[in-house]
């Protein structure tokens, strides 16, 4: 371990409550150190092969027909044999898997998973399916955090947290753009806003930015756009722009479903052979919509006059991402979200430009479109914002963005009745994403931090000592006695009362159940419900017979009922 044994008791102790404190701050830093080191690893790795065959990385309409037919199918292939010799149960990966291990795991991220996530996002990125990097960045930065919690058997309460902190730090490192990252952990992953969560998590993403920064410099991709002021009479058409955006948004999403649905029983192999397939035939005629958002972004900054081109290439980019996350491509979906919303505005920059012959508007109704369709789709109007103003470092965007964001979103959910696209793929595989009301207040709290020390324990050669010290110790006291049963090492002891109002002293000897350390009291809670009542003892699975302490049931009630101040 890195530290002595009472400091590793100490910082579990102090972790396990739901508090600011500088020992989660340090770990934070620590966590986003790890997860933007392996979104970094992830970035070159993807670079480093395109290279080998692409003049622009995510540019494939410069090299040969052959290629672009060839490569999303030998891309197939691979990810199908890794997938399969790895075993399909660990074939779950992207962002909504990880919003479902974050609310039902404490975001602890299977191996296996992640490295289906690591090799088959690497895979799909290089070959040109139309999916993002955040999505494989989002997995593995929150296994690099859970992997620190893990390693030093940290309360999951705090798992949690740096799970989170992992997400910030990889979206960082992905798109430049810290202040966004945390947004999007608050408002989408985690969704919750708690000061003792957003610190840690801006930490971490502060990180992500630093090591980015380094790497790769403090350009973004949407640098390239030009951002200028827009007068008050674009107000009114930007209203349409938003709405038209929210309806975009709704075929999008909804479509996403259906190809889900349609294909969910399908085999892994055949999906992305099919996958392949399209991707190569849309691909050969128009390559400029394959790979990620850099493309998008590419021609609506040097062909944003030629409307038929872009509208080409929006249509085939939307099929593209469509087919590839409907078919279960191991990529994400937010980049190319921003792709076809950059597209979207350029395209509705056109009746501005013509009216006013001002052909600098392109950049700006670019950026808006990538703010709305991002709103919209994933139902994070906020994080679109923030991501907005951080990528073009304007501050005169803001404005007409909160007026398209708030357009677009309202119309997606309050006419369309749209669902978020994570939150539809999580319905459709069955994955739990939403917890009972109790559970999400008890799962913020370690049972470390609600340890009962009253209790006495007895050997069991102290048996003849059982009378006397249950008729002398308190009320509040409990009596346990140690057993050689590993199944059941701890008894709970106490008067039969039904005996005792007979006469008889006969003594019940009630087998409690145990929970590791690192447990929240929503373990607790779950097997302490049923009955209402009893206790469960704590213990160290490395030292199993070592009783830490007890939790009873009046401690769960009294979280629940706030009559402690923990939370």
Same mark, same amino acid.
Request: glycine share 8%; with cysteine.
């Given at each position: ?19 600011? #404190?500088?020992?989660?701050? $340090? ?10 080191? +392996? ?28 290629? !672009? ?25 992207? +962002? ?20 289906? /996530? ?16 955040? %999505? ?35 979206? #960082? ?55 200028? #002021? +827009? #007068?008050?009479? @674009? ?24 190809? $889900? ?22 691909? @050969? ?45 191991? %990529? ?14 350029? $395209? ?49 965007? +803001? ?14 959910? /309050? ?26 207040? $008890? ?32 009320? @509040? ?25 007979? %006469? ?12 590791? @350390? ?38 769960? !009630? ?10």
């Amino acid at each position: 371990m890195l530290l002595p044994a009472d400091w590793q008791a100490k910082l579990r102790l102090r972790l396990a409550f739901p508090l600011t #404190s500088v020992q989660l701050c $340090l770990l934070a830093i620590i966590a986003g150190f790890l997860a933007a080191f +392996i979104i970094l690893l992830f970035r070159l790795t993807i670079i480093g092969i395109q290279s080998f065959f692409l003049e622009r990385t995510d540019d494939f309409s410069g090299i040969a027909e052959g290629y !672009r037919w060839v490569l999303p199918f030998v891309a197939a292939f691979l990810i199908s044999v890794m997938a399969m010799l790895v075993g399909l149960s660990h074939y779950r990966v992207g +962002i909504a898997y990880v919003i479902h291990r974050i609310k039902t795991r404490y975001g602890v991220m299977p191996f296996w998973n992640t490295f289906n /996530q690591f090799f088959g996002g690497i895979i799909a990125l290089t070959s040109g399916f139309s999916v993002g990097r955040e %999505g494989p960045s989002v997995h593995l930065g929150a296994f690099g955090a859970g992997l620190l919690g893990q390693y030093l058997r940290l309360p999951y309460n705090s798992i949690r947290i740096l799970a989170g902190c992992g997400i910030a730090a990889a979206i #960082s490192a992905s798109f430049n753009t810290p202040l966004a990252a945390v947004i999007f952990v608050m408002e989408v992953v985690l969704r919750e806003y708690r000061i003792h969560v957003f610190v840690p998590v801006m930490l971490a993403s502060v990180v992500g930015a630093l090591l980015t920064r380094g790497v790769f410099g403090m350009g973004n991709d949407l640098a390239a756009l030009k951002i200028v #002021s +827009i #007068s008050g009479w @674009h107000l009114p058409y930007l209203v349409l722009c938003g709405i038209a955006i929210g309806a975009a948004a709704y075929v999008f999403n909804q479509s996403i479903w259906r190809i $889900l649905k349609w294909f969910q029983k399908w085999h892994l192999a055949l999906k992305l052979l099919l996958a392949a397939a399209i991707t190569a035939a849309v691909g @050969h005629l128009v390559p400029q919509a394959m790979g990620a958002e850099t493309g998008a972004i590419f021609y609506a900054v040097t062909a944003s006059t030629e409307f038929w081109l872009l509208l080409t290439i929006l249509l085939a980019k939307f099929l593209l991402t469509i087919v590839a996350v409907g078919l279960a491509v191991p %990529g994400g979906v937010i980049g190319p979200v921003f792709g076809i919303g950059i597209l979207a505005g350029t $395209l509705l920059a056109f009746l501005p430009v013509f009216v006013s012959g001002d052909a600098s508007l392109s950049g700006t109704y670019a950026t808006l479109g990538m703010a709305g369709f991002m709103a919209a789709t994933l139902h994070a109007p906020l994080a679109a914002l923030v991501a907005v103003m951080e990528l073009s470092y304007n501050p005169d965007i +803001i404005v007409p963005a909160m007026l398209v964001i708030t357009c677009a979103y309202v119309t997606t959910v /309050q006419l369309f009745k749209n669902k978020s696209i994570f939150v539809l793929q999580l319905e459709l595989q069955q994955l739990p994403y939403k917890l009972a009301p109790a559970d999400d207040v $008890l799962q913020k709290v370690g049972v470390l931090a609600m340890l009962d020390k009253e209790y006495v324990v007895l050997s069991a050669s102290e048996e003849d000592k059982i009378e006397a010290i249950l008729t002398e110790k308190p009320a @509040h006291q409990l009596l346990i006695q140690a057993t050689d049963n590993p199944e059941r090492p701890f008894l709970l002891i106490d008067y039969d009362l039904d005996a005792s109002m007979t %006469g008889q002293s006969t003594l019940l000897h009630q087998p409690i159940q145990g929970l590791s @350390h690192q447990a929240t009291m929503a373990e607790v809670h779950t097997l302490l419900d049923e009955q209402k009542g009893g206790v469960v003892y704590i213990f160290d699975p490395e030292q199993p017979k070592q009783l830490l302490g007890l939790i009873r049931w009046e401690q769960v !009630r009294a979280l629940l009922t706030k009559q402690n101040n923990l939370i």
